[in-house]
């Protein structure tokens, strides 16, 4: 069954340059590793504080899978130390979603 996991960020809303950059860097490092970036989107309009990101993969095996390999990616272990080091990242939560057929 295939799933969708949204990441929901709240963020330092005097980051977002920083945020918009961390973001950046997981258009190439997540495809590498096994997601298929749906996209990463910031705060707009409204509630400035809040980003999403979608990923999307085959099973919640699959995601397991990715999660290991993100771990012991380089870019990605550099990309995550780069967030707790600024902490522009204040919360996330994952939640995982299944298409309506």
């Known amino acids: ?3 969708t ?3 929901r960020y709240v963020i330092d809303p ?6 918009a950059e961390y973001a950046r860097n997981w258009l190439t490092i997540i495809p590498a590793c096994g ?5 990463y989107f910031l705060p707009h309009e409204g509630t400035n504080n809040v980003a999403l990101a979608l990923i999307a993969f085959d099973s ?4 397991e899978a990715y999660r290991a390999r993100l771990k ?3 870019a990605g272990r550099a990309n995550f130390a780069v967030a707790q080091r600024l902490r522009f990242i204040l919360s996330e939560e994952r ?4 298409p309506v057929q």
């Open 1 to 3: 069954m295939a799933v």
């Open 5 to 7: 996991c949204c990441i």
């Open 14 to 19: 005097f980051q977002r340059d920083a945020f």
């Open 35 to 39: 997601g298929d970036l749906l996209g």
């Open 60 to 63: 919640l095996a699959a995601y």
């Open 72 to 74: 012991q990616d380089p």
């Open 95 to 98: 939640t995982f979603l299944e």
